[in-house]
């Protein structure tokens, strides 16, 4: 039998739990989050979108998403 540790993450200052090791494309996925509009700070840091599939979250990230608003 296998046993998932959660860890919890503050997604936009709100706790999030989620499985040790997930990524922080899993994760996007998981909150539904639309990919394709939306930009990630992973600790104050901007993450690159082509990194997402590899970035690992750890017991305490903080994670600010922040979506592309059309308008003029």
């Known amino acids: 039998m296998t046993?998932?540790?959660?860890?919890?993450?503050?997604v936009n200052d709100k706790p999030v739990d989620c499985p040790a090791g997930h990524s922080l494309a899993a994760l996007l996925i998981a909150l539904e989050m639309p990919l394709q509009a939306t930009a990630v700070a992973l600790n104050d840091d901007?993450?690159?979108?082509?990194?997402?599939d590899t970035t690992r979250?750890?017991?305490?990230?903080r994670i600010a998403l922040f979506q592309a608003?059309?308008?003029g």
């Open 3 to 10: 046993t998932t540790t959660a860890i919890q993450v503050r």
């Open 69 to 71: 608003i059309a308008g």
């Open 46 to 52: 901007i993450v690159a979108r082509s990194d997402w």
């Open 57 to 61: 979250l750890s017991q305490g990230d």
